[in-house]
């Protein structure tokens, strides 16, 4: 079974930084994109950033200059490294992964972490 932990959320100053990282487990292949998707109260979520094999990384425009996506493909981890950080930037965080091959199952599917805060205090 495909499993998503992200560690590394909390409550930071605005102008601060802080690191998510999230680890993916579970009998798995290979996995063609890990990025990491928010969620602000009342707001629908949205992408922050991903990155598939061999590509450049996907940035929204809001985190651009600020944020910086990485990926460990041996590990099949994702981290996101996020400074500067505004009031704005509050949200929960999630892990996301895409065309995820596992022994059991070779369909490439999604998969979602549970997600982690970031509360940014201005």
């Known amino acids: 079974q495909v499993q998503l932990v992200e560690s590394g959320g909390g409550l930071v100053q605005a102008g601060g930084s802080l690191r998510l990282s999230c680890a993916a487990s579970?009998?798995?292949?290979?996995?063609?994109?890990m990025g990491w998707y928010r969620q602000a109260p009342g707001k629908q979520r949205e992408l922050v950033a991903s990155?598939?094999?061999?590509?450049?990384?996907d940035y929204a425009d809001s985190v651009k200059g600020r944020f910086t996506i990485s990926r460990d493909s041996a590990k099949n981890t994702v981290s996101l490294e996020m400074n500067s950080l505004k009031a704005e930037d509050t949200a929960v965080y999630y892990c996301?992964?895409?065309?995820?091959?596992?022994?059991?199952?070779?369909?490439?599917?999604?998969?979602w972490g549970k997600g982690t805060l970031v509360t940014v205090s201005s």
């Open positions: 990155l598939t094999t061999s590509s450049t990384p």
């Open positions: 579970g009998n798995i292949v290979s996995i063609k994109t």
């Open positions: 996301n992964v895409n065309g995820l091959i596992t022994t059991a199952d070779y369909r490439g599917k999604a998969y």
